[in-house]
């Protein structure tokens, strides 16, 4: 199944006008955002720069970059700042040509679509939504050589199956032969507790065919300013920046991202809450008849509410009319069965969606 529309979590507009209820009034489990919202520094930060917005922003965000260069650990001139990670996503096919591509799914929708506004063709390679996925890799590898272009989620949204940089450097091997861009998307890499052993961004800096894709919406809170980056080989960087607008970054999306960066306690904060309410929820959910919840290293989990004796079309409404928003997976390609995924948020906010759901499902 291919989307007709762009159709994701967090949009509290469109729920609203469904369910009747005021937009202040909805638990947003559909999008997966920082818990704890963006750190205090960022609201201080736009209130205090509100005056910028009288002149053009920095085009070559170049504050930012430099502190987002160190947070990562890599050279800054291997950074290209855009308007969020979607807007990257659909500007490199055309910035790199690519015409073909083969995508790990179930995942983000946006890489096949980006592909096809191109004109481009793509393709899936599936992954189970659990268990273990590495013995799948080796299989991955020998498809690499036939695409322009692999792209993989790590960790990938909506499993939340997270492979080490380890297991993923064959295929960086494979794409860097074959001549094949390998992107790998890590907007979700800031909430693994063992980050840098998963991520490939210190070796992008240095492999003119590896990309990865980051985002600053979703562990610094700020979805609504849009702010993502991709991490590359300098020459490659180059390549991608020309393809860029000059003003893409807004100035407040400029500062609030600066400010965040800055905020070491409030990154260790979501972190630990994160880490301690995902047990919770699935410790919880276990224990409901009829729920799957499904182990994952990112902010949220994916659920199977297959064995629930109801269907998404009943579940999601009912949910919706308690004020309860949740993901409704059935739009991810290779992703068959009644699938939700829900945000980890604090453990009130939790509570409601295990005591509304428990309603809903009638147990």
């Known amino acids: 199944m291919l989307l007709s529309e762009h159709q994701h979590g967090g949009n509290l507009t469109r729920a609203a006008r469904e369910y009747g209820l005021p937009v202040q009034q909805f638990i947003d489990f559909s999008a997966s955002i920082n818990p704890l919202g963006p ?5 201080r930060t736009i209130t205090y720069n509100l005056w910028r917005i009288r002149h053009y922003p920095d085009p070559d965000c170049g504050e930012i970059t430099g502190l987002l260069a160190s947070y990562l650990e890599v050279p ?37 679509a980006a592909i096809h506004a191109t004109g481009g063709e793509a393709d899936h390679f599936c992954l189970p939504p659990e268990g273990d996925a590495t013995r799948h890799l080796e299989n991955l590898k020998l498809k690499i050589p036939d695409y322009h272009a692999v792209f993989i989620c790590n960790p990938n949204n909506p499993t939340g199956k997270l492979f080490t940089s380890g297991e993923l450097e064959p295929l960086v091997h494979t794409a860097s032969a074959a001549g094949t861009m390998l992107v790998v998307d890590e907007a979700f890499i800031d909430f693994v507790d063992r980050r840098r052993q998963c991520s490939l961004m210190h070796r992008a800096a240095s492999i003119p065919n590896l990309i990865i894709l980051y985002s600053l919406t979703k562990f ?5 300013l849009r702010l993502g980056a991709v991490i590359t080989e300098s020459g490659m960087a180059n390549v991608i920046k020309r ?9 407040l999306a400029q500062v609030a991202g600066e400010a965040a960066l800055k905020d070491r306690k409030h990154m260790e904060a979501t972190i630990e809450l994160v880490q301690r309410e995902r047990d919770y929820l699935l410790k919880s959910l276990s224990g409901m008849k009829g729920v799957r919840p499904i182990s994952g290293a990112a902010n949220f989990l994916l659920v199977d509410l297959s064995a629930s004796g109801k269907k998404l079309k009943e579940i999601i409404p009912e949910l919706g009319r308690r004020g309860i928003l949740v993901r409704d997976c059935s739009n991810f390609y290779g992703l068959d069965g009644e699938y939700i995924r829900i945000a980890i948020r604090n453990r009130p906010e939790n509570d409601k969606l295990l005591a509304y759901l428990g309603e809903v499902l009638g147990g």
Do not use: C, Q
């Open 39 to 43: 750190s205090p520094e960022v609201y």
């Open 76 to 112: 800054p001139e291997s950074v290209v700042v855009g308007n969020g990670g979607a807007e990257l996503i659909y500007m490199l096919p055309a910035a790199l040509k690519i015409r073909r591509a083969l995508i790990v799914a179930p995942t983000f929708s946006e890489y096949a």
């Open 220 to 224: 610094f809170g700020i979805p609504g």
């Open 243 to 251: 393809a860029v607008d000059p003003w893409r970054v807004n100035v």
